[in-house]
């Protein structure tokens, strides 16, 4: 008898069909004498898991369960502080308020002092007043306003003074702007200093446009934003602006002084200075 082995050469070998079936009875013959009745019913196809010795290849791990599905995360909340001067304390810092206390998760403190500034810290110590804020609330961002009071001298003790519009004032003045801004994010708050507006005594303009461009440079050199407000302030053409339309009646934009906003000018410059905020990131829409 000639015995059918694997071909090194990979030929084709073919077995008769007859003798294919001996061989396949042989092999039940066997199991059946040697009762492996899991063998013969598992190589039979049955729904029976085959014996351990048989189980050669481990079955596959059991598919782990999909994790339960979480509930919307709650909106995370942003502590924000407002302080400046009179138009923080009056109907620009009550318009930001308002615009912005109504959105989901936002906590807002406000502190507004009129007539000061950072100009004269014998008559209001705002870094003081700054650090005691930061250290009670804890906020993530601190929007600041100031400049109506500090085109002025500055005192540096000694009976010396930084006189506006000097290389020294602009030293000086941009010192204190950026200790704001440092005190602010030393505390871990990113800080927003929002400049000055156009005023209708075009001489203070030109004082309050020199201020700007020392607090701009002042706050980005410290690692704040400095967000302008001269555009929203005055007409196209660069004017002072007088009136603003609001739901489609005009009103006046300035009080009589020529410098603080209206109610109804609060409003128009503060939906839009929020507006800025948003595209900067400070806050969501």
Avoid: C
Avoid at 70 to 80: H, V, Y
Avoid at 104 to 129: C, I, M, N, Q, Y
Avoid at 223 to 233: K, N
């Amino acid at each position: 008898m000639k015995l059918l082995s694997p071909s090194i050469s990979g030929s084709e070998r073919r077995v008769a069909p007859g003798r294919l079936v001996a061989s396949l009875w042989a092999v039940a013959l066997v199991l059946t004498v040697l009762e492996l009745d899991a063998v013969r019913d598992w190589l039979a196809g049955e729904d029976r898991p085959a014996p351990s010795f048989v189980q050669f290849a481990a079955a596959p791990p059991a598919e782990a369960e999909p994790p339960p599905p979480t509930a919307a995360a709650e909106p995370q909340s942003l502590r924000l502080l407002l302080v400046g001067a009179s138009s923080m304390q009056h109907d620009l810092g009550i318009a930001l308020e308002e615009a912005l206390e109504k959105r989901p998760g936002l906590v807002l403190h406000r502190f507004g002092k009129a007539s000061t500034g950072l100009s004269r810290p014998d008559e209001f110590d705002w870094p003081a007043k700054l650090g005691r804020l930061l250290a009670e609330l804890h906020p993530d961002v601190v929007i600041v306003n100031f400049g109506g009071n500090d085109a002025t001298s500055i005192p540096l003790g000694r009976r010396r003074w930084a006189e506006f519009g000097t290389e020294e004032w602009d030293r000086e003045y941009g010192q204190r702007v950026a200790d704001m801004v440092r005190r602010a994010r030393t505390a871990g708050a990113r800080a927003v200093v929002i400049g000055m507006p156009i005023m209708r005594s075009a001489r203070f303009s030109e004082r309050m446009r020199r201020l700007n461009g020392v607090t701009q440079k002042a706050v980005e050199a410290a690692g704040g934003f400095y967000v302008d407000q001269w555009d929203l302030s005055s007409t196209p053409d660069g004017k002072y602006r007088e009136v603003v339309t609001v739901d489609g009646r005009q009103r006046l934009f300035r009080h009589s002084d020529g410098i603080h906003y209206s109610m109804y000018g609060g409003r128009w410059v503060a939906r839009r200075l929020v507006e800025r905020l948003e595209r900067l990131g400070i806050v969501l829409p």
